[in-house]
């Protein structure tokens, strides 16, 4: 942040530029937290966690062995004879229903949510007892307002990282490099 704060010299493009980099940033860092991966087959998929499951961003069109049925998400019915027949035999049914259940085991929990918030409030208290972004903001704090910021990122860090051991969460995040994909 040295760069948008001037080294704590601001004037006011200087304070916007901060903000608009610290809000995105923290932005970032929140929905970062609900971001996963997982092995189908032999490739790496990414998502985000959503109510209903994972929605994945990395997925090709060749990854489905019939558009219509993983498109419309429909099952042949009777009517449709031989053809139902034929799906069953090349399982495409059986993976409609397989991706369905693999997907929804990542559903958006609680836990997301407070992973979420803890790792938005760690990026915030480090980001802005940062001491050119202090300067920035607070040109003239007082003797308080120092040891606040010089202690406050190590109880927020603490106090998270105990929170975290505690409560820990399965996702994997974009970025996350499997073993198992990379032995492959």
């Not at 903000?19 to 995105?24: C, G, L, Q, R």
């Not at 106090?159 to 990379?182: K, N």
């Amino acid at each position: 942040m040295p760069s948008f704060t001037n080294n704590g010299a601001c004037i006011t493009s200087h304070k916007v530029l901060t903000s608009s980099a610290i809000i995105t940033f923290s932005l970032v860092c929140f929905i970062s937290s609900f971001t996963d991966s997982f092995i189908a087959g032999e490739k790496l998929y990414y998502g985000i966690a959503t109510p209903k499951g994972l929605h994945i961003f990395n997925r090709n069109k060749n990854d489905d062995a019939d558009d219509d049925v993983n498109d419309n998400n429909k099952v042949p019915n009777e009517s449709e004879g031989d053809n139902q027949v034929q799906l069953i035999e090349e399982g495409v049914i059986n993976r409609v229903y397989d991706e369905k259940e693999i997907l929804a085991k990542y559903r958006l929990q609680f836990i997301d949510f407070v992973h979420a918030f803890c790792s938005w409030l760690v990026f915030m208290v480090y980001a802005t007892c940062s001491s050119d972004v202090l300067r920035c903001f607070y040109p003239h704090p007082s003797d308080n307002v120092n040891v606040l910021t010089m202690n406050l990122p190590l109880v927020v860090g603490g106090a998270v990282s105990f929170l975290f051991m505690l409560f820990p969460t399965r996702r994997r995040g974009i970025g996350y490099a499997d073993t198992e994909a990379q032995k492959k």
